[in-house]
């Protein structure tokens, strides 16, 4: 079956770096995108790795091994604003995204 | 960016009544357009995939003759939930694919509408 693993909750302080990681195992596999989502919002688009290797883009990087199904979004230099829900997605062969369940993470100060 | 938007952003209804949502790309074409639902602290669930000029694409177990799709030009889609019941409460999120981009690429969402029902 398709499954999307990621943690329910993780807590990290402000201006400190935090990994978030996410395993799938989907039919087939088209890209792994990372998603932003404040709540009582909708998602807001962060990243999409289709590639083995590390994706840099300002304070959040995205991480991707095919071989492991494993990826890992990394936030570094935390801000109070990034306590949010992150959702891991795999687009498998059909073009769909197969939702994980959420990260919700909070910031301290 | 590409945006998308949706209307209403929230409603309240009576039991038995039909709504309405929209679901505009405002800067892009999208040929596909999908609708999901979120609960609270739930995971997105893709409800069903809609393309312009055809018949939409449900997701088992959910109903088509309840949530009605048209998709009706490359900018507009509409989600009618008829007779609407307090289990359909749930915040309806669509999301549109730029037709300019590739079938992999990114998902451009709605800010989404809470829908309450009475």
């Known amino acids: 079956g398709q499954n999307i693993d990621q943690p329910t909750e993780m807590t990290a302080t402000e201006g400190a770096i935090v990994q978030i990681n996410c395993t799938y195992q989907t039919s087939g596999f088209n890209g792994l995108f990372w998603y932003q989502q404040h709540a009582g919002e909708a998602p807001t688009f962060l990243s999409y790795n289709v590639l083995d290797g590390l994706e840099e883009k300002g304070r959040f990087s995205s991480f991707l091994s095919r071989s492991k199904g494993y990826s890992y979004l990394l936030l570094k230099e935390l801000q109070m604003k990034d306590s949010a829900s992150y959702l891991c997605?795999?687009?498998?062969?059909?073009?769909?995204?197969?939702w994980g369940a959420g990260t919700k993470l909070i910031i301290k100060p | 960016g590409a945006v998308v938007s949706q209307h209403p952003s929230w409603v309240i209804c009576k039991s038995g009544t039909s709504v309405k949502i929209e679901c505009r790309s405002l800067?892009?074409?999208?040929?596909?357009m999908f609708w999901y639902r979120q609960f609270p602290k739930q995971s997105l669930m893709l409800m069903a995939t809609?393309?312009?000029?055809?018949?939409?694409?449900?997701e088992q177990g959910v109903e088509k003759d309840k949530f009605l799709i048209n998709h009706a030009s490359l900018t507009l889609s509409t989600l009618t939930v008829t007779s609407a019941h307090p289990e359909d409460s749930s915040f309806y999120i669509c999301?549109?694919?730029?037709?300019?981009?590739?079938?992999?690429?990114?998902?451009?969402f709605g800010p989404g509408t809470r829908l309450t029902v009475l």
């Open positions: 997605a795999s687009m498998d062969s059909n073009y769909q995204l197969i």
């Open positions: 809609s393309n312009e000029g055809s018949k939409a694409t449900y």
């Open positions: 999301s549109a694919r730029d037709n300019l981009a590739g079938v992999t690429d990114t998902q451009y």
């Open positions: 800067d892009f074409q999208a040929t596909t």
